[in-house]
């Protein structure tokens, strides 16, 4: 029997997905809706000095590495598979191009994560 990477990028893409319907709406609704209204913890919510101490801690920098990573490899993965719907071949080359997408997007979030420092 032929040995398949397929487990991982469906372990990743369903990750990203039930992190999609249990955090996605709400972090919508705080950032969009509420963060702009002033509700409910006052106009200073989403203020720069919050985020940038939400981001310096251990537990708000795994947060949100692990929200920006999971949603980047759901939608990549439900792209490559909608690729073939709209008459685009399904070859390495797409594989590389999508799956290489989310991986440049997980660096650069971890990356990025890491230079603000702890």
């Known amino acids: 029997m032929k040995r398949s990477n397929a ?3 469906w372990l990743m893409f369903g990750a990203g997905g ?4 249990l955090f996605g709406t709400a972090l919508v609704f705080l950032t969009g809706i509420a963060a702009p209204l ?3 913890l006052g106009p200073d919510l989403m203020s720069y000095p919050r985020m940038h101490a939400f981001a310096q ?6 947060f949100a590495f692990a ?11 439900r792209i490559y598979h909608s690729l073939h719907d709209v008459g685009v071949p399904l070859n390495a080359f ?4 999508c799956y290489g997408t989310a ?3 997980t660096i650069v979030a971890a990356a990025s994560l890491l230079s ?3």
Do not use: C, E
Request: aromatic share 18%; hydrophobic share 65%.
């Open 67 to 77: 929200i920006i990573m999971f949603f980047a490899w759901h939608a990549v993965h």
């Open 18 to 21: 039930m992190l999609s319907a």
């Open 7 to 9: 487990p991982i990028f």
């Open 116 to 118: 603000i420092g702890f």
């Open 94 to 97: 797409t594989k590389l191009l």
């Open 57 to 62: 801690n251990w537990l708000g920098k795994g």
């Open 38 to 40: 002033g509700w409910p």
């Open 103 to 105: 991986l440049v997007i």
